[in-house]
């Protein structure tokens, strides 16, 4: 068994759900999970948006527009008057959910994960009908049944591995299995999700959970490219890449793989392709256990870093010095994502400033503090185990007239993280493409 995933823009018209349709029921008994079609979350936000500013006539416009949207992907995508009755019923659904927030039932933060869990449940409604209409038998796993959270976020993994189980063994004859990404229920059992773009992960958890044979990401491109093709031409696909390379490179921007997707793939140690809907034949990106190979495979970009120097009041980085430091962000539960240590001080950054006022006022306690904001990480990714010789000196010679701020290197076998102005961003990206990539048919 397979578990495939489709994105948004897989999914983004009623001639992209056909074809998705046609990928999904050419192998039997596999799990399809579905993003929202592009664009809905986004409408979704907004709703909500507009209820919380209890601006009721925005919100019944946007929805308005949304049912108007997906009555046109209705008819396009289904031809019978049992197919149209039966995805006009489901939409149906979902737009009175909506609608009953703007008669004075918006209970905040409940209410508005209920409305972004439409999406999903829209999606799949359509794929489930235009696959009957095709003659398929598809069996539906709803996400709300079984992906639930822990008290502390986490995936409740007994729970979901329990559930989903004794869904499937339900319908042992299913054609195919279809179910919603993203959406889940938290530990009172109450709607909730798991964060933008985490689909990934739900095609990652259920992997885990249903011990597939192999996790398929399906989305716009033809898998992890050497660079983000978004800002630098003439990117490649990479075609292999160890779980920890692919965690640094979601994690540090590589929009195609949310960060969080990697791990549960990576502990059942189930590998996950990366493949392109627009074009199924390419090969795309393999992520399993690869044997190191001595290579820089990828480049990505992480914005939005605040960089905070705090330089010892007593000259020496004295014993404890770190700990009081660390405890304090700790305290205000925000993350470090670099870090860089001289003597006299250390450096960190983070990506979350939203504390960072009450952080640099107790770090002034120890210090003198200086913040840089506007700063991105380059993660620059592949086989970096330090007897490979070489390595850091490309980077740092593709480099050699952008300003560098931190470099950190060592703290895994897989990365150099090296922190620039924003400003510079889209050079730097560019000249260690041209410095590790050029002419190098890099697999
Ligand atoms: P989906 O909606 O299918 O989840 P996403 O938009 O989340 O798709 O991810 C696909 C996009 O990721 C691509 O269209 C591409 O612009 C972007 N992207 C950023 N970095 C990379 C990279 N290194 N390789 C491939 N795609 C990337
Ligand atoms: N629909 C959700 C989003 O847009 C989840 C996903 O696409 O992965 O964030
Ligand atoms: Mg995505």
């Not at 339900?170 to 059992?189: F, H, K």
């Not at 014993?319 to 001080?345: C, N, P, Q, W």
């Not at 850091?392 to 560098?404: M, W």
Request: hydrophobic share 40%.
């Amino acid at each position: 068994m397979k578990v495939l995933k489709f994105g948004g823009t897989s999914v983004g018209t009623a001639e992209r759900i056909k074809h998705v349709g046609e990928l999904a029921a050419t192998s039997a008994c596999n799990i399809v999970v579905l993003s929202a079609m592009s664009g809905t979350t986004n409408t979704l936000v907004e709703i909500g948006e507009y209820l919380y500013k209890g601006n009721i006539p925005g919100a019944q416009e946007t929805i308005n527009a949304l049912e108007t949207k997906y009555a046109a992907v209705i008819s396009e995508l289904l031809d019978t008057p049992d197919g149209r009755n039966r995805a006009s019923v489901a939409i149906g659904r979902s737009m009175a959910i909506l609608r009953s927030f703007c008669r004075g039932e918006f209970g905040g933060e409940d209410a508005e994960k209920e409305i972004l869990a439409q999406g999903e449940l829209m999606s799949t409604a359509l794929m489930e009908a235009h696959l009957l209409e095709r003659g398929l038998r598809p069996v539906m796993l709803p996400a709300l049944d079984f992906m639930r959270t822990l008290e502390n976020g986490e995936p409740d993994m007994e729970y979901i591995t329990d559930r989903i189980r004794r869904l499937i063994e339900l319908e042992p004859d299913a054609a195919l299995y279809i179910t919603q990404g993203y959406i889940c229920r938290n530990s009172q059992g109450k709607i909730d999700n798991l964060k933008r773009g985490g689909s990934d992960y739900t095609a990652s958890l259920i992997g885990a959970a249903v011990d597939a044979e192999e996790i398929q990401i399906w989305t716009d491109i033809d898998g992890m490219h050497n660079n983000d093709p978004r800002y630098v031409e003439g990117t490649r696909p990479v075609g292999t890449l160890h779980f920890e390379e692919a965690a640094e490179l979601a994690y540090f921007g590589a929009k195609i793989l949310h960060p969080t997707c990697v791990l549960p793939a990576k502990l059942a140690n189930i590998p996950v392709r990366l493949l392109n809907t627009m074009a199924p034949e390419a090969p795309g990106t393999i992520i399993c256990n690869t044997v190191p190979d001595g290579r820089i495979k990828a480049v990505a970009a992480k914005d939005n870093i605040t960089a905070i120097k705090i330089k010892s009041g007593r000259m020496l980085l004295a014993y404890g010095f770190l700990h009081k430091i660390f405890d304090i962000f700790e305290k205000y539960r925000t993350s470090i994502d670099m870090m860089a240590t001289s003597e006299v001080g250390v450096s960190v950054t983070v990506d979350d400033d939203s504390r960072l006022s009450a952080i640099v006022d107790e770090l002034k306690d120890f210090g003198t503090v200086t913040v840089d904001r506007d700063m991105v990480i380059l993660c620059i990714v592949g086989d970096l185990e330090w007897h490979n010789r070489g390595a850091e000196t490309s980077v740092l010679e593709a480099l050699r007239d952008i300003p560098v701020r931190m470099i950190s290197y060592g703290g895994s076998n897989y990365n150099i993280s090296v922190l620039v102005q924003a400003s510079d961003k889209l050079r730097a990206l560019r000249l260690l493409s041209e410095r590790l990539f050029a002419g190098n048919e890099n697999d």
